[in-house]
């Protein structure tokens, strides 16, 4: 398997699964869809390893009491997919809710950068998520660094980016965490961050498209952001000031 930093991370978010939940599938054929050729027909055991899955569909929707979403990959050593998700308990994210966060591993590749918009709004309409993201993993390891306030002092970002507040200190669900290099921001959520204005936003908009629910797949750079490229640093910074609310460092 490809070291984290050489995969592109898709964190998505969204209302916690209920029983009988029709997302389970709607997640998973959503990315199927927009990803030629990715079969997600196998799991994973700590006794028996690879674990094929005949009857996938079925396997998924079945009932778990703990909320959590399925493990998924498919049988490929050299392009290993994986897609799994869990609940977050109330509490640790904002609104007092519990939340579902929809996570997935992909590798660096030219196939999977030509498809990533379509996976990502794929997963977010199927999970029918407020918010989520797909970014390279190295840059995954700097919005770690940015998120505070540290046990071990004051946050320090580096690169010159903002300091971003911890989730459960961030005032709604609807308020993304962080900016990523593809971000999807629901109707609810661009709203709160105030995003279209045209007067801003057209360069933003010229990388942006709408989706079949309203929401926006909008793209910070158009190859992966890559932070020691100055353009995309540049380019993260900016939308960092455009949207102060992301990261709850502000309110709108």
């Given at each position: 398997m490809s070291d984290a930093k050489d995969s592109l991370t898709l964190n998505v978010y969204a209302p916690s699964l209920m029983s009988h939940d029709e997302r389970r599938l709607a997640i998973v054929h959503g990315m199927e869809r927009a990803f030629p050729g990715l079969y997600l027909g196998w799991t994973m055991s700590k006794e028996e390893g690879l674990v094929s899955l005949p009857q996938r569909d079925e396997w998924v929707e079945r009932e778990r009491a703990d909320g959590d979403f399925p493990f998924l990959c498919n049988d490929d050593d050299n392009h290993v997919v994986t897609l799994g998700g869990w609940e977050i308990p109330a509490g640790r994210y904002p609104g007092?809710?519990?939340?579902?966060?929809?996570?997935?591993?992909?590798?660096?590749?030219n196939a999977v950068i030509a498809a990533a918009g379509g996976v990502l709004a794929?997963?977010?309409?199927?999970a029918q998520a407020v918010w989520g993201h797909i970014t390279p993993g190295?840059?995954?390891?700097?919005?770690?660094?940015?998120?505070g306030p540290?046990?071990?002092?004051?946050?320090?970002?580096?690169?010159?980016?903002?300091?971003?507040?911890?989730?459960?200190?961030?005032?709604?669900?609807?308020?993304?965490h962080c900016l990523g290099w593809l971000n999807y921001w629901s109707e609810a959520a661009a709203r709160a961050i105030g995003f279209p204005d045209p007067a801003r936003d057209a360069e933003l908009l010229s990388r942006s498209r709408r989706t079949a629910t309203d929401g926006w797949v909008v793209r910070l750079t158009e190859a992966p952001l890559d932070l020691d490229n100055p353009a995309h640093l540049d380019a993260l910074t900016r939308a960092y000031e455009r949207f102060p609310e992301i990261g709850g460092r502000s309110t709108p």
């Open positions: 007092a809710q519990p939340q579902l966060q929809i996570h997935a591993m992909l590798p660096l590749e794929g997963v977010a309409e199927g190295s840059v995954m390891l700097v919005i770690a660094e940015q998120m540290k046990m071990y002092g004051p946050p320090k970002p580096p690169r010159g980016l903002p300091a971003l507040k911890l989730p459960d200190a961030i005032p709604a669900p609807e308020i993304p």
